[in-house]
């Protein structure tokens, strides 16, 4: 099993860093960090970081293809362009109202999946939803706990989510051209592993790279095997999740929260940092919302 060990990318500190999401066309990184209610974005061309804030706690965020970015909300999802923030979908779980947008991704075509999550972790409370510009969000899931990472195999058949507490990578079949689920398969039980599984993202041969929240890593997995192949040591106990980026798209950005420990913050100075790592394979390029074909 190969392992890599990650480096420190810049020194900022998120209370609870997730989604990064990488942006081919202006070579720069975005992140959330989630209770503090920010986007974050890092140009690598000129070193600059930006924020913005969104006034609620934002679960992730993904490139819009007519430009701006859509983010999830606490119980909508929006477009937020020129300033201005436009209602993509609203009121979301109004009977659960101590929910919120947690995690997700746009698939290959511009539809956007996100999850939710009962913010103490109360069992079953949360659901999948998918979004397609001009129509309504539609449920894909339910009874999920902790909606977390999302991913899709290169021949976008297999869609790999992870409902952190379950203690397995579900892996379902995807239909690329409505947008459905089926046939859900437990593909790997990562009870026996350090930590659990939060977010993920698939690299161009197939393999999963795999958060660990409480296991100090990034894990790579084969699913045609199941077995784990490789692992990224990062120096911070809460990793939320990774991604692809840089010029080649070979360099793994990755997430981790600083939490609310003190005793831990104390031991592990680093945490919350973002960190970087070149592990010798590229990633894919990530989607972007919005209708095909634009």
Known sequence: MKTWKAERLFDLTMQLGEGPLWDKKEQALYWVDIPEGRVWRHGFADHGHATVALDESVGMCALARDGGL???????????????????????????????????????VGRLLAGTMDRDGKKGQGSLYVLEEGRELRKLAGDITVSNGIGWSPDNKAMYYADTPSGFLWRYDYDLETGTIANRTALIDYTKEEGNFDGLCVDSEGMLWVAHWGGFQISRWDP???????KVEVPAPLVTSCCFGGQELDTLYITTARGWDEAQIAQYPLAGSLFAVKPGVKGMEMARFGAPGK
Not at 77 to 103: C, M, S, T
Not at 224 to 230: A, C, L, N, Q, V
Request: glycine share 10%.
């Open 70 to 108: 859509v983010a999830a909300l606490e119980d909508s999802i929006v477009l937020v362009k020129d300033g201005a923030r436009h209602v993509l979908a609203g009121n979301v779980e109004q009977d659960k109202p101590n929910n919120r947008f947690n995690d997700g991704k746009c698939d290959a």
């Open 224 to 230: 045609e095997t199941g077995r784990k192949i490789g």
